[in-house]
């Protein structure tokens, strides 16, 4: 039988109830007092009419404020849960004390070793695991966990070795043994599986702490759900292809393949094969190959910097889009595949349109859901979580301490204007943490070019007058800024300027609702 008591802090309190169980004859068991001032008690099953005339007595005594049965002392419910816990445990663990010994093991063991508990318990753990020499570090003055690779049962594990610490009387850390966790290549292997697996939430993984950012996640998600081709506006390093993975994972198609060709990095001919293909003949080759297209079936197709493509393959991936069918290089035979397109961009294809170097016709069945991706310098909110997340990732990589922002650094990165983007800030950083001596990353330690420098938007020998590049740097700047104020008015507050003028120029330059995405 056990007892709890609650009860106020009143010195003798417990005395007066340990009285009445000698009074009444009781063996106690087991007695416990928690932080909060509670009585736990332990005995045997006693008579209900002994326990009916034990129970008035002790609610009494002066401070008790309540008496009730329980299942289990604190003690014993910590205890059965933590065999419970060690038990179910895939992985083979052992206690040892001071010297080594084995306390404590769990099922996983005795099941490797097809050997009976009672015969490991008090065997010297450095027997069974070998490769780590366990007494040197007990004995070593500053014990610390350690990770190390070790042998069990003529197989390589990976051991986590932990010190047990318990406090003395005086409330300082001594030493009370250890606990070895074994892993080994296999469970290793699908835990790390498990690791690169996609999560519930596919888009978790993009720092969107900026108002426009997450706009741009929020717009992203519902766009995943539905099927149309997807074009994603930016630019470099601003983490077109992480969002269009996203998009990707959050789709119906998440089983099958999400593939990549990139149209800026490779010649007509090497694209032309690898997006469709070719046939057994073509080339001299005696068997055929399969395109991206059949590979990437009932997945996406990521078409990274689609605004590069050759005329010759823009008219293919036009048939494909409209009747889902294409033919191998050097085929007759069709083939017919069900894939969706996202594509990406830094260039403006309204303009590639009017200056005939891309496809009307194409350009409208791709851009069927768009949406522009800002660059880091307009969404400052992100930089300093992105930087963080940057920081721990490289210091995991590199096994070092995840270094302190100093205050000098974080307005430094919050004010230079990253023309390189996410990438450039991650490769920045990587470099500084790499480098880094000490636990503070400083001003001095990120080295960028000055914004000064970064503000050439054009080289010395660029074609066409001054008036030409200044026009074109105009309408860029309208055209990024438009999808977040969506009204010649808006606009113009935004870049202090009149009403007029600024609907001259949206006019001038063709941009509105239908030629810009909001």
Not at 96 to 120: F, H, M
Not at 292 to 317: I, N, R, W, Y
Request: with cysteine; charged share 25%; proline share 4%.
């Amino acid at each position: 039988m056990r007892l709890e008591i609650s009860c106020q802090d009143r010195l003798g309190i417990t005395q007066d109830v340990l009285d009445i169980l000698v009074s009444h004859e009781v063996d106690l068991r087991g007695i416990e007092i928690n932080e909060m001032g509670k009585i736990y008690l332990s005995f045997p099953n006693m008579d209900f009419a002994d326990f009916q005339h034990l129970m008035p007595k002790i609610r009494k005594i002066e401070g008790i404020d309540d008496v009730k049965t329980i299942p289990f002392m604190p003690l014993e419910r910590e205890q059965n849960q933590l065999r419970a816990l060690l038990q179910t445990l895939p992985d083979p663990v052992f206690s040892v004390d001071t010297k080594g010994r084995i306390l404590l093991l769990n099922d996983a063991v005795t099941t490797s070793l097809e050997t009976q508990r009672e015969a490991l318990i008090g065997l010297d753990i450095d027997e069974l695991v070998k490769g780590f020499n366990t007494p040197r570090w007990l004995e070593s003055k500053k014990i610390t966990s350690i990770t190390q690779k070790v042998r069990f049962i003529e197989q390589n594990y990976l051991a986590d070795i932990l010190p047990v610490m318990v406090p003395d009387s005086g409330g300082e850390p001594i030493l009370a043994g250890a606990v070895f966790i074994l892993k080994s290549e296999q469970r290793l292997g699908q835990q790390l599986t498990v690791f690169h697996e996609a999560s519930i939430d596919s888009f978790m993984s993009i720092q969107a702490s900026s108002k426009i950012m997450k706009k741009v996640v929020r717009e992203a998600k519902r766009m995943a759900e539905l099927d149309g081709p997807i074009m994603l506006y930016g630019e470099t390093g601003t983490g077109k292809e992480l969002i269009a993975h996203a998009c990707h994972e959050a789709s119906r198609r998440k089983d099958a393949s999400f593939l990549v060709l990139n149209c800026a990095s490779l010649p007509d001919n090497v694209a032309e094969t690898e997006l469709f293909g070719y046939a057994a003949g073509a080339f001299g080759q005696t068997s055929g190959k399969e395109g991206l297209l059949e590979l990437t079936q009932g997945g996406s197709l990521f078409l990274d910097e689609v605004g590069d493509m050759s005329p010759q393959l823009q008219a293919k991936l036009l048939r494909v889009l409209q009747d889902g069918k294409f033919r191998r290089v050097g085929d007759t035979k069709e083939v017919k595949v069900d894939v969706r397109f996202i594509c990406t961009t830094q260039k403006d294809l309204t303009q590639l349109v009017q200056e005939g170097r891309f496809r009307e016709d194409l350009y409208y069945r791709l851009n069927v859901l768009s949406l522009g991706i800002p660059p880091l310098r307009e969404r400052k909110m992100d930089i300093i979580p992105l930087a963080e997340t940057f920081l721990k990732q490289h210091s995991l990589t590199l096994g070092r301490k995840v270094p302190k922002l100093t205050k000098s650094c974080v307005d430094y990165i919050q004010a230079y204007p990253w023309f390189g983007n996410v990438r450039q800030l991650e490769n920045v950083l990587y470099r500084a943490v790499s480098l880094l001596e000490g636990n503070e990353l400083g001003k001095e330690h990120i080295q960028i070019p000055s914004s000064a420098n970064a503000m050439s938007f054009v080289t010395e020998n660029f074609e066409g007058s001054l008036d030409e590049e200044v026009k074109r740097f105009e309408k860029s700047i309208l055209q990024r800024l438009y999808p977040s104020y969506p009204s010649s008015r808006l606009l113009a507050k935004k870049l202090g300027l009149s009403h007029t003028a600024i609907a001259n120029k949206l006019r001038d330059y063709g941009i509105n609702k239908k030629s810009v995405k909001i």
